[in-house]
């Protein structure tokens, strides 16, 4: 997939933006970004340097940084990084330093310089899996001894459990968007290891059966908005634990992994 493509849509992508509206350009599925948003939470803490590569708009950074004692935020799009930053001067956020950077292409200053990585599905933008694997070298390098690394991404073949379901039910697939390049597990999780001990997997199969099925099915035949009441419960079911979130992880195509740095 080519770099330059996927550079030149976030750009245009910025041009969409609405500061008033629920849906985001950058986050298209505003009850699935807060589940994320709150998983990437929870393992942060007030004494952390942190790091967030592709940060886009700053949707969620300007929450992250209320949690922690300050975040580099990187990001490859220019245009997506001027609303970023002002969004954080308009929400006084000092503490927040925003930079043009490819997150394949982090610099050795960077090396041993954080307590914590974040990353909100741009893992899945950088095209191909040896790109993916680089940055995931780059962003062991730059963590200080025993780091965390947060990220939540899509992943393919949770994507192919969920469509294999909706097909039964006569419902649409649902295509990985063309920007994106989604992990599959076995290959994530056997790589991830060299570098990282996984502390934590967390999936959001509730959520995504209530709002990838149900909902779907309750509308149609009109299309569901990912803005919707239906969506909003489906959020509370999840973080309530309603349904047992685990009986349905083999339908989240979007995971959150929670990694210590491997120190060798």
């Known amino acids: 997939m080519n770099l330059k493509f996927i550079k030149e849509y976030w750009n245009n992508t910025a041009k969409k933006s609405n500061a008033n509206c629920l849906v985001s350009p950058t986050s298209r599925d505003p009850y699935l970004a807060k589940l994320e948003r709150n998983f990437i939470i929870s393992g942060l803490k007030k004494n952390y340097n942190c790091l967030e590569i592709g940060c886009g708009d700053a949707l969620n950074t300007i929450y ?4 922690v004692k300050s975040i580099i935020a990187t990001d490859n799009s220019e245009k997506l990084l001027k609303i970023a930053k002002n969004k954080a001067n308009i929400n006084k956020k000092n503490n927040l330093d925003f930079q043009n950077i490819s997150a394949l292409d982090l610099p050795e200053s960077f090396n041993n310089k954080f307590n914590c990585v974040i990353s909100q599905r741009c893992i899945i933008n950088l095209g191909n899996w040896n790109n993916q694997k ?39 697939k649902i295509n990985v968007a063309k920007y994106n390049k989604f992990l599959t597990t076995d290959k994530f999780d056997n790589y991830i290891k060299k570098y990282f001990i996984i502390k934590k997997i967390h ?4 959520y995504i059966i209530l709002s990838h099925l149900f909902h779907p ?15 909003k419960i489906s959020m509370d079911f999840q973080e309530n634990n309603i349904l047992d979130k685990n009986l349905l992880k083999k ?6 992994y929670m ?5 060798y």
């Open 64 to 67: 992250y940084v209320d949690k």
């Open 134 to 172: 680089k940055t995931i070298r780059k962003i062991h390098k730059s963590l200080k001894k025993n780091g965390v690394f947060i990220l939540t991404e899509g992943f393919e073949d949770k994507l192919k459990n969920l469509n294999k379901l909706r097909q039964k039910f006569n419902l649409n």
């Open 203 to 206: 999936n959001y199969g509730s």
């Open 217 to 231: 099915l309750i509308v149609s035949p009109s299309n569901p908005k990912h803005e919707s009441k239906i969506n």
């Open 251 to 256: 339908y989240s195509y979007n995971l959150g």
């Open 259 to 263: 990694l210590i740095k491997k120190n």
